[in-house]
């Protein structure tokens, strides 16, 4: 059998072959320089020939290739993705593959690559991230989720890389974005006490995190305003199993409490869990409210009232933040510090205050 023409076998999509600035040359009847030109979008070639290039590309599905054209400007082509948390915390926790999964989305359609890097139980984190940055590992960084005390931060600003910064930062050269973590806690409070709720539990976040700050603030201050006083505080964090301890602690310490408000929607679930274990029904005998509204809260066989966080579009917008940065595009320009409102969703998990509930003894 002939072998097909080598124009038609790389217009056929190169069964196999990937096709070279030198094939779009021959297609376009120019040479490869014009060709570097459009792709490079000079001024120096006509709108005939510009057309009859892009035209070329189209029909043999070229695709530049990227590591080469980071070579010739300096870049690597890379984001990095720094999230000071182990491995097992982080794809255990439905927060992180959501906000990845925003942040992945911006950087493949801008033709980057992701580099994640993770806390070792092994490795000094800050070691590892110096080096990132003193080799040039990556064009920029995004910095997710980081203790008030970390390194991290201080890090990244003294290496010199545009970075975007996904929580609360109260450095004004620092691009951030972040959601409004006490409004959404406040509100939280807000619907517990509106339902009739007046001995109410609080299992917060890590007190580390500014976040799990500023949650426990707005939930405190809904009480304040209501003249309900101090709230009994559970310190934990937004683990499955941290709701669970808190909350067993918590109605076994107060068994007057009718309501437990969650840091995250992962502690609530564990709270969920620690009342059956005490006999106690959700909501009939104990309301539940979380945060975060990870895909999981709608899907459970007890739908949680939660606040709403747009997680995806936390890592989407950090994305398009640190990419305009880097492409000085003021199309996508966005404000040093981002605030994103976030929403109550009511669903099944809370209600009115049973007074005739079997207390926990």
């Known amino acids: 059998m002939d072998c097909p023409q080598r124009e038609n076998f790389v217009s056929l999509g190169g069964y196999g072959l990937r ?17 570097s030109y459009v792709l490079n979008k000079s001024n120096r070639v006509s709108k005939e020939t510009r057309d009859r290039v892009l ?40 927060f992180f593959p959501e906000l990845l999964k925003g942040i992945g989305t911006v950087v493949t ?50 290496g010199g890389l545009p970075f975007t910064l996904i929580g609360p930062c109260y450095l004004s050269d620092v691009h951030s974005i972040d959601v409004d973590n006490e409004q959404g806690a406040y509100r939280a409070a807000r619907h517990l006490i509106e339902l009739g709720h007046s001995q109410i539990g609080y299992i917060s ?59 995250s929607d992962m502690a609530a679930y564990g709270a969920i869990a620690a009342a059956r274990e005490l006999g106690l029904r959700v909501p009939a005998d104990l309301s539940v409210v979380g945060f975060d509204d990870i895909p999981f809260a709608q899907e459970h066989e007890i739908k949680l009232t939660t606040i709403s966080q747009p997680i995806a579009k936390l890592g989407y917008l950090a994305s398009e933040n640190l990419i305009a940065r880097l492409t000085n595009s003021t199309s996508q320009a966005q404000p040093a510090r981002q605030i994103i409102e976030t929403e109550l969703v009511v669903r099944d998990s809370a209600a009115a205050p049973n007074t005739a509930r079997r207390i926990y003894r």
């Open 19 to 35: 096709v070279t600035i030198a094939d779009v040359a021959a297609k376009a009847k120019v040479s490869t320089a014009t060709v």
């Open 109 to 158: 359609r801008e033709g980057y690559f992701l580099l994640l890097s993770l806390l070792s139980v092994t490795e000094d984190f800050v070691s590892v991230l110096s080096s990132m940055i003193s080799q040039r590992r990556v064009d920029g960084i995004i910095v997710a989720s980081t203790p008030r005390d970390s390194e991290v931060v201080t890090k990244v600003r003294e």
């Open 205 to 263: 976040g890590d007190m580390r995190f500014d976040y799990a700050v500023q949650r426990y603030r707005g939930f405190q201050r809904a009480l304040d305003e209501a003249g309900l006083g101090l709230a009994h505080v559970y310190m934990g964090d937004v683990t499955h199993q941290s709701g669970q301890r808190g909350a067993k602690h918590l109605l076994e310490s107060f068994p007057g409490i009718t309501a437990l408000a969650c840091a």
């Open 55 to 94: 035209r070329a590309v189209e029909e043999l599905g070229y695709q530049p290739n990227a590591l080469a054209q980071g070579l010739v400007k300096n870049e690597t082509r890379n984001i990095g993705v720094v999230i000071p948390h182990t491995a097992e915390s982080v794809f255990s926790d439905p």
